[in-house]
């Protein structure tokens, strides 16, 4: 079956700019993650959704990030007011239960770039 | 913050050589796993040992667990040139769901 799909690939915008980055999770998995990436880096947690549980926010940098998942599938990340500080590799990931029980599956990332 | 760190941050081995990498954490988990990147985009998942387990293999992968020392060890053994990867430990906690991830040790394998 079809994998963690995450669009745009490659998003470059300008500072100050919104953007919205989409993650379509493995059907069925409950639990969806998304990270930041920067170049050389590790994974930093941004947001965890589990089920219909309130999701874990707590390693959103600011407020200009946001993220929702609706219906319990897609998610949307959404960063308002860009810097360039942003720039990064935004990757998601699901898993098929939640508490970290098992593994998380990634999509390709999408690799954002502020101008 | 993040819970693991690891070492060493790189590691350059000849082919058929055992690469050993270490990640250590502070708080107590429910199961730790291992992850390989390959050019900075998706990870792969490739191990996962519970807290109550010492050791696990699959394949030439071999993870320790020290739940003691809040360290552990993923050892590849006869290494190949396709193995160079960046390879990330992440810990899912007693308490809560999300996967928290080290820094990665960048492992080449040269030919």
Redesign the interface.
Known sequence: GAG?SQSPSNKVTEKGKDVELRCDPISGHT?L?W?R?S?G?????LI?F?GNSAP?KS?LPSDRFSAERTGGSVSTLTIQRTQQEDSA?Y?C?SSPR????????????TRLTVV | S?QGEEDPQALSIQEGENATMNCSYKTSI??L?W?RQNS??????LI?IRSNEREKHSGRLRVTLDTSKKSSSLLITASRAADTASY?C????VQ?????????TELSVKP
């Open positions: 963690v639990a993650y990270y990436q170049l880096q590790g994974l930093e947690f965890y589990q874990d390693g590799v990757l990931a939640g508490e970290g029980n098992t593994e998380a599956f990634f999509g390709q990332g | 993040q429910n199961n796993q992850y900075g985009r998706g990870l792969v998942h996962l990330f992440a810990t899912a906690g809560g769901g999300k996967l928290i991830f080290g820094q990665g």
